[in-house]
């Protein structure tokens, strides 16, 4: 995938906030310090569009990003991080699952998940929540210049295992790009299989949108 236009939509603190609903959607989503700002970042070849943090829970809202002015990347708040105040935290619960019951865009979630460690808990009931709901879902395991070749293996079969999981786990570094050729060939095929039930005006939109790309490529 080749990305010539990367624009950010804006930040939602609530449902009633989200955009109305008109290009395909992937989402990604993982425990907060999972590294899910640097996959954003690097599958966008670009610095800073989705902002990492030393400090884990700091995205705190649902962010939209166009890419090539045809789909939408969405920035999930991360969970799992105790130290976010639990008044934070009950506020993300209703805005994520608002959010993902309610886009009928949403082509894929990413869940991201560290290979240093098993899942966790709540990576469990969250891909199991998603197959309740029919969303598919695409599990990608993160810093693995981390750790060894046999490491890795032994990841893979584990997570496979426990999240029960259907298709390939795509291992990824940020650092040295492994696996983004990947992320991205499954990313395209959800994006191009997608077919929404939109509005005519949305469909009119989306039309407007892609002109407007093409022009820019011309």
Not at 64 to 87: K, M, R, S
Not at 127 to 141: A, G, R, T, Y
Not at 183 to 201: A, D, G, N, T, V
Request: aromatic share 8%; glycine share 6%; proline share 6%.
């Amino acid at each position: 995938m080749k990305v010539t236009a990367v624009r950010f939509i804006k930040s939602v603190y609530q449902t009633r906030d989200l955009p109305k609903p008109k290009l395909p959607e992937v989402a990604f989503s993982g425990r907060s310090n999972v590294g899910k700002s640097s996959l954003i970042n690097v599958l966008l070849n670009r610095k800073g569009v989705a902002r990492t943090s030393a400090t884990p829970g700091r995205t705190q809202s649902i962010n939209f990003l166009e890419i090539n002015g045809t789909f939408y990347f969405v920035d999930l708040p991360g969970y799992g991080y105790a130290q976010v105040p639990l008044c934070v935290r009950k506020k993300w619960l209703p805005l994520i699952e608002g959010y993902l019951k309610k886009r009928p865009t949403l082509c894929l979630v990413t869940v991201l998940g560290d290979v240093r460690r098993e899942p966790q808990e709540d990576e469990l009931l969250f891909s199991e929540w998603l197959k309740q709901h029919n969303i598919p879902c695409m599990i990608v395991l993160t810093k693995i210049d981390k750790v060894s070749r046999q490491e890795q293996i032994t990841a893979l079969r584990v997570w496979r295992a426990r999240m029960n999981a259907v298709g390939d786990i795509i291992l990824f570094s940020a650092k040295t790009g492994e696996g983004k050729d990947k992320i991205w060939k499954q990313l395209s095929h959800f994006i191009q299989c997608h077919k929404p039930e939109l509005s005519p005006q949305c469909i009119t939109e989306l039309q407007v949108n892609r002109n407007r790309t093409q022009k820019r490529n011309g």
